[in-house]
């Protein structure tokens, strides 16, 4: 009976944990053509999987991450740390980046027209965050069971919703430009959040900071959806720069 509790509570802590990897995946995939982003969400979802379960499989070396390296300004830094201190930079810069191309950067020729994306360069980017993530989960999934089939079970169980819904959940991302803004604006939220806990962990965990920050970013996508239900707006959305024309009102999802 314990191992099936721990088995339901991990399983839904990796879904809400990868929630973040996915709307990542999602974006990226979208500067793929269109007959790629499907393999490129499988593929990163994949990758996520056997990142997680690789790390499940070494805790002793991840477990030994956690141990302080050095201590700039009175801050103990581990192996982990630095990890999510870079991670979160990354996040924070690739997000910015992001929003700059999708509402500064010149266009040039259609809407149609995408800057060249490799398969490879998305599934690379995808690697980098992909370990980010998995190493916070992987450490919280062990803090609530140690049991090893019970881990990798809630890992492939939730890695099937995610790739279930990633399709989904990117084709209503690319419908909505505001749901893209928002989405890019979570990221930076969260990389935000593994920034401040890389530098201060204990500070990051007794102020609660991730739950406020989930709070914060469902509640302003209930504000959005029903924004999107209310106005039902007739004419076409405006267009964010490097994006293919909207699918029409009728087709939409909301």
């Known amino acids: 009976m314990e191992s099936i509790v721990a088995l339901l509570t991990l399983t839904v802590l990796e879904i809400v944990l990868g929630i973040d990897n996915v709307i990542f995946i999602a ?8 007959d790629q982003q499907a393999k490129a969400r499988t593929l990163g979802i994949g990758l996520a999987v056997i990142t997680r379960i690789l790390l499940l499989l070494s805790i002793t070396w991840v477990m030994g991450l956690t141990e302080p390296l050095f201590a700039p300004f009175g801050h103990e830094i581990s192996g982990r740390d630095l990890i999510l201190l870079a991670g979160g930079l990354f996040l924070i810069g690739k997000s910015t980046n992001e929003i700059h191309d999708k509402l500064e950067a010149q266009e040039h020729g259609s809407h149609a027209t995408r800057p060249v994306t490799s398969l490879a360069s998305v599934v690379a980017q995808v690697i980098l965050i992909d370990v ?20 990798i079970a809630a890992i492939i169980i939730a890695a099937g919703m995610m790739i279930f819904f990633a399709g ?23 990389g935000a959040l593994l920034v401040i806990e890389g530098w201060d962990q204990e500070a990051a965990e007794g102020l609660h900071l991730k739950n ?10 209930i504000i959005e959806l029903i924004n999107l239900r209310v106005r039902k707006l007739s004419a076409e959305p405006v267009q964010l720069h490097n994006t293919p024309p909207s699918i029409p009102p009728e087709k939409k999802l909301v």
């Open 212 to 221: 406020y920050a989930y709070f914060a970013m469902a509640f302003s996508v």
């Open 132 to 151: 980010v993530f998995s190493l916070d989960s992987v450490i919280t999934a062990v803090g609530i069971s140690g049991v090893l089939w019970v881990m």
């Open 168 to 190: 989904r959940i990117s084709s209503f991302v690319e419908q909505h430009p505001t749901m893209k803004i928002l989405a890019l604006a979570f990221l930076i939220l969260i």
């Open 27 to 34: 974006i990226l995939a979208a500067k793929l053509p269109a």
